[in-house]
């Protein structure tokens, strides 16, 4: 579907759900939709867009433009009243103005939102994790940096990106989650997830580094199928 054409939108606003980390990803969606690379785009990041974020981000759409202007919304998380601040957005375009939204869970969204989305489908991932969270998690500490050290090898025709190395951190919270507090040192080892999540979106910090300061917060050899009620 396209979105732009004859030099105006289609409409004013979309949505598409999944996960959208860097700007490659960006590029590869946008090129799915015929988005020329010449119509003037702002893309707005959240991991929690909250109610002051919405006010903030509701002023800067509604500002009047002269010539047409995509506004990309990329949003993981995002509370009732952010939704309903941003209503008036999708109720009461601007001229020339657009918004794609994109969100990991399109279910997470209001009834009234949704029904004034157009729903265009899921972001294309060829996302596969360079090894299962199970796996890492049952490894020694030397393991998991020789897994890391391998899988973030500059040398390598694919190095892990930033993206995946983001989901990778996502799938093993995913998975630690439902057994956290059997977990002595829980608090530490969910922070240090989220550490290496913001570090991540840093252009000059080190994937391999920040893998490895994850894993290091880790119990060795962690096997959660058989883990007890509190680990010692």
């Not at 020329?36 to 981000?57: G, K, M, Q, T, Y």
């Not at 952010?82 to 009461?92: A, H, R, V, Y």
């Not at 989220?194 to 391999?208: I, K, T």
């Amino acid at each position: 579907m396209q979105i732009f054409t004859d030099n105006k939108f289609t409409h004013h606003a979309w949505c598409v759900d999944g996960v959208c980390r860097d700007a490659g990803e960006l590029d590869v969606l946008l090129g799915e939709y015929d988005i020329p690379d010449n119509l003037d785009r702002v893309v707005h990041r959240f991991e929690n867009l909250l109610i002051s974020d919405a006010h903030e981000l509701r002023n800067v759409i509604t500002r009047r433009s002269a010539d047409p202007i995509l506004h990309i919304i990329i949003i993981r998380r995002i509370t009732r009243d952010s939704q309903n601040t941003l209503l008036k957005i999708l109720e009461e375009p601007s001229k020339n103005t657009a918004v794609l939204m994109v969100i990991e869970h399109r279910e997470h969204l209001l009834s009234t939102v949704e029904s004034r989305l157009v729903y265009l489908g899921s972001v294309s991932s060829k996302y596969i994790p360079f090894m299962k969270p199970s796996e890492y998690l049952a490894m020694n500490f030397k393991q998991r940096f020789d897994a890391t050290k391998l899988a973030a090898d500059s040398k390598k025709p694919e190095p892990l990106s930033r993206a995946d190395a983001h989901r990778f951190v996502d799938a093993l919270e995913k998975t630690l989650a439902p057994k956290a507090r059997a977990l002595t040192n829980a608090v530490a080892l969910f922070n240090s997830l989220q550490r290496a999540r913001d570090y991540l979106g840093d252009s000059g910090s080190s994937v391999r580094m920040l893998l490895d300061s994850v894993g290091m917060n880790i119990p060795e050899k962690l096997d959660l199928k058989n883990l007890p009620a509190r680990v010692q």
